[in-house]
């Protein structure tokens, strides 16, 4: 099935950045995603957003006691931030060598492992910080946290939870909880968490900022304006809480107001660009298609490489929802050619042949390409069912459509199909 853009409210940026320790993790309303720029305007507007988090000194903290020790885990935190992996894991395993019964060390450790994509390392080394301060809010709030990447939802509850009894005023394992509790369709409960997070720490703007998506979850859409807002009179360098304030406004029909929030985020740090996507969804749902597509054509003209191949994805769904899909077909060949690891695009040009039954060979070639950059993805696994069912090779259709199944359980649609290869297929 083609990948439609979600034009939803930009998440809370959510680095752990806590005494020097950077575990770098975004929740959605979908789920948690990839972790954290390290550099670059969006790293920084992160950083900022957490600035409260980052200042607060947690229940049971204490860095490196050993002077030499103390350095090189602060060399190793600035490293961390710059995304200088190697170095950093130098520095903190020199420090953990200075000082071994401090834990200060460990969460970097686990930090570097945990952005290198191994979740088990971080929590071997967590585990060690662990026994060595059991009573750090600290601890327990990154514990929760390399639990969420290792996809132990209770686990990870039971650890923010332990955190904020060990700390009622640490904001961040508050703001975690709410996260997660949104993340797994709790929605009423994250209400309450992040309702929880803003009065122990009531200039916390990652907490407004939550509690307005977690109440436009709700279809509470004055409660999100409230919050939305709340969270921009805290955080007026950072744009996501005008952006999420601006789609607000936007499904109130309210677009004038809207779009004067888009040009205020247009002109902060890291907003130039979601903004401009923003002003496009606006401008489709006011009906100035042309005007829309003009503004996103635009976009493009001024980006390269795999930004500039995104924008192009971008312009073929909407071309899609259009009903253009010779016009769609043409800007995902275009985002190839820019990125040819540009998966949704692969994806979507391959969808777009297999219900016009055109260039199925080139079809097939690209579903099987965006299977292989992103294995996990359910809908590539849908689309190369439908390729092959449009060539007829139905068998190996009911292989991918198993898949994409056995991925998306709860996908109709899928199932559907899945249904149709198997009677096209015939008896084994």
Not at 6 to 32: E, H, K, M, N
Not at 249 to 259: F, V
Request: net charge positive; proline share 7%; aromatic share 4%.
């Amino acid at each position: 099935m083609p990948v439609q853009a979600r034009f939803r409210s930009s998440c809370r940026p959510l680095p752990i950045a806590i005494r020097g320790a950077v575990l770098g993790l975004l929740f959605t309303a979908a789920g948690p995603a990839a972790a954290a720029p390290t550099t670059g305007p969006a790293a920084e507007a992160a950083a900022a957003q957490t600035a409260g988090d980052a200042a607060y000194t947690p229940a049971g903290s204490a860095p490196p006691a050993q002077p030499e020790a103390l350095s090189a885990w602060r060399q190793g935190s600035t490293q961390m931030a710059a995304g200088q992996l190697p170095a950093a894991e130098e520095s903190f395993a020199r420090a953990a060598r200075l000082d071994p019964k401090s834990y200060a060390p460990l969460l970097g450790l686990a930090d570097v492992a945990l952005r290198r994509g191994d979740p088990r390392r971080a929590d071997t080394l967590l585990a060690q910080a662990r026994a060595l301060a059991p009573s750090s809010a600290e601890v327990a709030a990154v514990s929760g946290r390399v639990h969420v990447v290792m996809r132990r939802v209770p686990e990870a509850e039971a650890e923010f939870r332990r955190a904020i009894e060990l700390d009622p005023r640490f904001p961040t394992p508050r703001l975690d909880l709410a996260d997660l509790l949104l993340a797994n369709g709790r929605t009423d409960d994250a209400v309450a968490a992040f309702r929880a997070a803003q009065q122990a720490a009531p200039r916390h703007g990652g907490a407004a900022f939550g509690l307005g998506r977690a109440l436009l979850a709700r279809k509470d859409l004055d409660g999100a304006r409230a919050a939305f807002e709340r969270s921009a009179e805290l955080e007026p360098a950072l744009p996501q809480p005008r952006l999420a304030l601006a789609e607000v406004l936007a499904a109130r029909q309210s677009y004038a107001e809207a779009k004067a929030q888009i040009d205020r985020a247009q002109q902060l740090r890291g907003g130039a660009l979601p903004a401009r996507n923003l002003r496009v969804t606006v401008l489709l749902a006011e009906g100035r298609t042309a005007d829309a597509i003009a503004e996103q054509q635009a976009l493009i003209a001024g980006l390269q490489g795999p930004a500039a191949a995104a924008a192009l994805v971008r312009l073929g769904q909407i071309q899609e929802r259009l009903e253009r899909p010779g016009e769609a077909a043409q800007s995902y060949r275009k985002a190839i050619e820019v990125d040819p690891g540009a998966h949704v695009a692969l994806n979507n040009a391959a969808w777009l042949a297999a219900e016009r039954k055109l260039n199925l060979d080139q079809a097939l070639a690209d579903a099987q390409k965006a299977v292989q950059l992103a294995p996990a993805a359910a809908s590539y696994h849908d689309t190369l069912g439908a390729v092959l069912m449009a060539r007829g090779e139905h068998a190996k259709a009911v292989a991918a459509l198993t898949r994409a199944a056995e991925l998306a359980p709860q996908a109709a649609e899928v199932r559907a199909r899945l249904a149709k290869a198997r009677e096209l297929a015939g008896p084994r």
